[in-house]
């Protein structure tokens, strides 16, 4: 039977290249391993009741296929928009950490999902909102606005639909063509959270930059690849702006 569920779809960008080149690259090899199958997706994570949920709690699913993941969520615990969200920004820390391009879209409704079998039209509009033309141009994971239309039905039972949009807007962006997306890159304090000490979020926006710069370089003479990678600067030092002190803006801008 379907069940109403949550459901993000995220295409791995430049993924095939990066197998190519982890024949001879160890460092990227790793960077695959620990970034993908290994150490984050696949393993049961239980964060303090006062911080997260557990993924048991949450009703997660995850299955892969090529250069392909789908995550869903159940929709009965309390808040799970929110939670899914908070969630897919871990999982996108932990990719950007690992020089890995993510591309996607999430959605809610109709949706089977055990282990790698899943199917349903929840499934096929995630998938359109990743590979539509329209509005997977970019390195972003895009928001299905019908998502916001249910908040009264996604808040925990002590919020407002007010108080849980308020807490849902702070992990959620506008970009200029009017699509809402994951804001990861400016959730500093889930990464000090996830890597389990704090204080090296910075670390993290500088191996952002680096990985940017490159592929900004390697990739001059491609319009298709450099116009993905022009967004993700754009992105990047719009976070810049947002979260770095005026006194170290500079050490972190990119040009």
Known sequence: MYEDRIVAFVDFLGFKNMVADSINDQKIFNNIKIGICLNEFLKMRNY???????????????????????????????????????DLVHHCLNLANNNILIRGGITYGKLYHKENICFGPAM?????????????????????????????????DMNSVEDEMESINLLIKKDRDGYYFLDYLSQHQEWDLDVGYPNIYYDLLLKVKYNIESNLAKYASNKRVLRKYNWYKRYYNDVIRRVIGKGQKQNFKIK
């Open 48 to 86: 303090k009741k006062d911080k997260f949920l557990s993924e048991c709690d949450m009703g997660k699913e995850i299955s892969f296929f090529s250069d392909c993941m789908v995550i869903s969520y159940g929709s009965k615990h309390p808040a799970p928009l929110f939670y899914a969200l908070l």
């Open 124 to 156: 096929n509009e995630a998938y359109r909102l990743e590979s539509d033309a329209s509005c997977a141009k970019y390195p972003r994971i895009i928001i299905d606005e019908e998502l916001f239309k249910n908040v009264d039905i996604f808040k925990a």
